[in-house]
């Protein structure tokens, strides 16, 4: 008997909260917008504060409290049923224990945190005083991703060195959308070791949640690392199989990663893990007319060359040729299938772990050299490409080469594309067509990028 009034208890407090949030949601609690038009405008009440956020959060805690109470009549009409039997039944502490935890106690416990959590706006300002709130907190379920995005007001209220108050952690617009997946992302526990999802994260990343937030955990690496080969031996070899994490990779070790293997994972760069093919690249004369040799680009600015970025899918091979030739290059790479960041920085280069979503991380007018290829070919939207067309022009300097290898498209495209690459009036250096199929087309370019002294 004492348990039925536990459980009818519990079900008045459940039915109690639920018509308060529903009065809340209504508006009867907080500034809405037919109540509040006599005290505020309706852009003192909206201004900075995510009601969608806000409501979402509270439907989510509607939502729990309502499938509590639907579990609790269930149980409620299930005993009514048995009643003649119900007094004959006896159930172990432990089982009643077990009931009010996962039935009862947990689902109450996760809305209260919910609500606990919500920000709600901040008075600030002086008299027409407006409602404030920072961006996407309410978003968020998961503490750490909250603490992440908060923000974090210097100390003893000074300025700091970049001017100003605070610092403002930044994430891609896109993880809004991915909210499941990033709130497992941020689900760790703080010091300890990172759970090894890195295809998590990039998953998030080329779907536009970029910049991930940073996480307070250990990263992973292979229980059996070993030290690197030194420089001249590491550029053409490939590296020990015990220093890559091969859990999230259909391959387990460089051999496996071989074009002839079918089952190897990835479709790119078919070949790049085999030096010895790897290593006539760019230095090796070629029928087409569209390879282009390296001594024959840098031949154009001699010694002009220093730094550069290699925009592309590969394991690093342009930028190991590059180095023999005292020039320092950045290698654009994302593990799809196999493990290219790796792989870059065993050989003892620079791997540059970015997507085609965001800005390059270098200053305008900064680099001697971009190479792209295999990778901005004829499926990229106009659009995009045009915008990371302009991203490159911003960091190449006056003076510096656009290096175009053996660009790909449908040959009814073809003019669209033409138009892209020329429209920023560089000089032509190369420029030559080549046919890749009866339906394609290649084209292989170097373009420098004139003075734009204002």
Same mark, same amino acid.
């Given at each position: ?11 008045? %407090? ?42 979402? #959060? ?18 409620? =009409? ?40 919500? #920000? ?25 991703? *909250? ?7 210097? #100390? ?59 996480? #307070? ?64 690249? &760019? ?11 390296? *001594? ?61 979503? =965001? ?28 915008? %990371? ?16 290898? *053996? ?23 190369? &420029? ?23």
């Amino acid at each position: 008997m004492g348990w039925v009034q536990i459980v009818l208890g519990i079900l008045v %407090i459940v039915v109690s909260l639920s018509s308060l949030f529903r009065f809340y949601s209504a508006g009867f609690f907080v500034h809405n917008e037919d109540i509040c038009h006599h005290f505020y405008g309706v852009k003192d009440v909206y201004e900075g504060f995510d009601i969608r956020a806000l409501n979402d #959060r509270v439907t989510e805690v509607l939502r729990t409290m309502e499938n509590l109470q639907e579990k609790l009549e269930t149980a409620l =009409q299930q005993m009514e049923k048995n009643k003649d039997v119900l007094h004959k039944t006896h159930i172990t502490r432990l089982e009643y224990k077990k009931y009010l935890e996962v039935e009862v106690l947990r689902p109450v416990y996760s809305a209260h945190i919910a609500l606990r959590q919500l #920000r709600l706006p901040k008075i600030e300002g002086i008299g027409n005083a407006t409602m404030k709130e920072e961006p996407l907190i309410n978003t968020f379920i998961t503490e750490e991703i *909250r603490k992440y995005i908060t923000p974090k007001e210097n #100390r003893i209220g000074k300025v700091n060195f970049y001017g100003t108050k605070k610092i403002y952690n930044t994430i891609g617009h896109a993880c809004v959308l991915m909210k499941n997946e990033l709130q497992e992302y941020m689900d760790y526990d703080i010091g300890s070791y990172c759970k090894d999802d890195w295809n998590l994260a990039q998953k998030l990343m080329v779907n536009g949640c970029d910049p991930l937030p940073r996480r #307070r955990c250990l990263t992973r690496a292979s229980k059996v690392y070993q030290k690197p080969y030194p420089i001249n031996e590491s550029l053409w070899k490939l590296p020990d199989d015990r220093n890559v994490r091969w859990g999230n990779y259909q391959c387990r070790n460089f051999g496996c990663l071989s074009s002839k293997n079918p089952k190897r994972g990835y479709t790119k760069c078919t070949g790049c893990f085999e030096m010895e093919k790897e290593k006539l690249k &760019w230095v090796a004369n070629s029928s087409l007319p569209v390879h282009f040799l390296i *001594r024959d680009v840098l031949a154009i600015k001699p010694g002009q060359i220093r730094i550069g970025l290699d925009y592309g899918v590969g394991t690093g091979t342009f930028a190991a040729r590059m180095r023999e030739l005292n020039v320092t290059i950045v290698s654009t790479a994302l593990n799809i299938g196999a493990p290219f960041n790796e792989i870059i920085a065993l050989r003892g280069l620079i791997p540059l772990y970015a997507t085609l979503n =965001q800005r390059l991380p270098f200053f305008d007018n900064t680099m001697d050299l971009i190479h792209t290829t295999g990778f901005l070919d004829g499926w990229i939207d106009l659009l995009l490409m045009d915008f %990371i067309l302009f991203d490159w022009d911003r960091v190449l300097r006056p003076g510096g080469l656009l290096w175009i290898d *053996r660009f790909f498209c449908n040959k009814k495209d073809l003019d669209d594309y033409m138009y892209m690459f020329l429209q920023f009036r560089y000089k032509k250096h190369k &420029w030559v067509l080549a046919p890749k199929s009866k339906d394609e087309v290649y084209l292989s370019a170097v373009l420098e990028k004139p003075p734009r002294a204002i």
